[in-house]
């Protein structure tokens, strides 16, 4: 038998994948730090930037992770949190960007990954806002870095490095992809069982000769069968 914590609508499992979700973020921020780091070596750049990303990247999926699986989430109408998740992930790639546009190509396909996922995570509303905010920092930062915009191919290790950015891209957005496929059955599955749990409920009003009403907070009724 599936059971929710207190004040959740969620099951245990929703919840651990949930949960499991966020390790696969955070492990996606090292990947791209380490990434990250060598490409900022090439282009003569110190190790700060690579350090803030996924130092920053790290801190929000801890801190969301923690709350999720305390519960303390679960009072909000999107547990997951997968708004905040996104402006705090693309603040963090935007000013990355704006502080070593030397390698700015790694940080806007990183941006434009962020924005693939919010596509399909967020409402119209929250996307649009999302948009918004995007729109604004990165356009901050290309004003302050103007021609320095680049990424280091001078060097073989280089465009192979541009080669593997661009391969991590494409292998997110197949992970994208088999992330909405799953929520299509998830609510497909919902549907049939409403469907079913319809089914039986005019099932059992045809066999029985009694009344059966629903009425709302102020007792007015809002269906008889």
Known sequence: ?????????????????????????????????????????????????PALYV???????????????????????????????????????????????????????????????????????????????????VLLAVLLAGPRISFPVETLLGQLLLFVSFAFALNRFVWIAGYMSSLRRRISAKNVELAESELRFRSLTELSSDWYWEQDAEMRFTRLE
């Open 1 to 49: 038998m599936k059971t929710t914590q207190p004040g959740s609508t969620r099951t245990p499992g929703e919840i651990a994948g949930n949960l499991a979700a966020l390790r696969i973020v955070a492990r996606s921020w090292i990947t791209d730090g380490l990434l990250l780091t060598v490409l900022v070596h090439l282009a003569g750049l110190t190790f700060f930037v």
């Open 55 to 137: 130092f920053s990247g790290l801190t929000y999926v801890a801190v969301i992770y923690w709350a999720m699986k305390r519960g303390m989430t679960e009072r909000f109408a999107d547990p997951t949190l997968t708004f905040p998740q996104l402006i705090l992930a693309l603040s963090n790639q935007t000013l990355c960007f704006g502080l070593a546009p030397e390698v700015g190509i790694f940080f806007l396909l990183s941006i434009f990954q962020t924005i693939a996922f919010g596509l399909f995570s967020l409402n119209v509303k929250q996307f649009r806002i999302l948009l918004v905010i995007v729109v604004a920092e």
